[in-house]
């Protein structure tokens, strides 16, 4: 991923610090508390969080019928930010093994982040993460843009597959990435 790793620093602490003891250093040094960069981000573009899980921060996107979940969680320690966009109806078991090969086909083509569902309760998402490690604040907010905007816009485009084939059961997986992806 695309990230902001100053060489200078990084040199500096290579030198005198344990490759075990740079990223928590690091932490320290660059003093990032990503939630709290999460929340400004959010904060700055006036969207409505609809709830907060750990560090987990969730905002609902859509209609009342059909909308999403995005999921922004910064993890602090290890210098990235998960970004998750969701349903929050999870496939039916008889659409799974479908959905299975509409996500693989879809994975194919995608340069950055993936489609995946948890077979056990039919959870599905697309899932994409930054590095932002050596970064300030003001290019975590623009990578923030990026991302989100990347991984938005990719959940926006297969959405309807997975709405259709959660909702009939003959829709063929093959077909819909045809007319989705236009090959």
């Known amino acids: 991923p ?8 990084q040199h500096r602490l290579d030198a005198i610090i344990p490759d075990h003891h740079y990223h928590l250093l690091t932490y320290h040094i ?15 573009l006036g969207w409505k969080v609809s709830g907060q899980q ?34 929050p109806q999870n496939v039916p078991e008889k659409s799974r093994k479908r959905m ?25 998402e697309f899932q994409s993460s930054m590095d932002v490690e050596g970064c300030n604040e003001a290019d975590i907010m623009l990578l923030l843009e990026f991302y989100v905007g990347v991984s938005s816009g990719t ?24 007319m989705i992806e236009g090959s």
């Open 100 to 124: 299975i090969e509409y996500i693989t086909r879809a994975n194919y083509g995608l340069g950055h982040g993936c489609f995946k569902m948890d077979e056990r309760d039919g959870e599905i």
């Open 155 to 178: 959940w926006d485009k297969y959405e309807k597959g997975i709405r259709g084939i959660m909702v009939d059961d003959k829709t063929d997986p093959a077909i819909l990435i045809q």
């Open 2 to 9: 695309i990230g902001c790793h100053p060489p200078s620093i």
């Open 54 to 87: 750990d560090d987990n921060i969730i905002m609902l996107f859509g209609s009342k019928e059909e909308h999403h979940l995005l999921v922004l969680k910064g993890v602090s320690a290890k210098e990235y930010i998960v970004i998750r966009c969701l349903l």
């Open 30 to 44: 660059m003093g990032l508390d990503l939630p709290r960069i999460i929340k400004a981000y959010v904060a700055k």
